[in-house]
């Protein structure tokens, strides 16, 4: 909830047919992963006060784009997951393999 994430701002990864970005995937954000996604065009840094928006930080738990998530991993700088938060529509873009291996939750 702090900061307040999800397509619906309502600190869960749920989604519909508007959220076309498929925020499925809650991470927990890390320095590496915010450069990748600036470098990609999408700033989760810094704050937009105008839209509520705080800026991420590293440890910061966010309902990523599940083709973002994908991406980073592709690229080798994907956050860890947190899979019990993780919407089951993360499975259209995402293995539930590689989505296993960076959970930060499983025993």
């Not at 994430?5 to 499925?24: I, K, L, M």
Request: contains cysteine; glycine residues 6%.
């Amino acid at each position: 909830m702090a900061p307040r994430t999800g397509f619906f701002r309502n600190g869960c990864c749920d989604t519909s047919a508007q959220d076309v970005g498929s925020h499925t995937v809650c991470v927990e954000v890390t320095e590496e992963f915010l450069q990748f996604s600036k470098m990609r065009g999408n700033d989760l840094s810094t704050p937009l006060p105008d839209y509520g928006f705080p800026g991420l930080k590293p440890k910061d738990r966010w309902c990523l784009c599940a083709p973002r998530w994908q991406e980073a991993l592709e690229a080798n700088c994907a956050p860890r997951v947190i899979l019990r938060a993780t919407h089951m529509g993360a499975l259209d873009y995402c293995s539930l393999a590689d989505l296993k291996k960076y959970a930060i939750d499983l025993a």
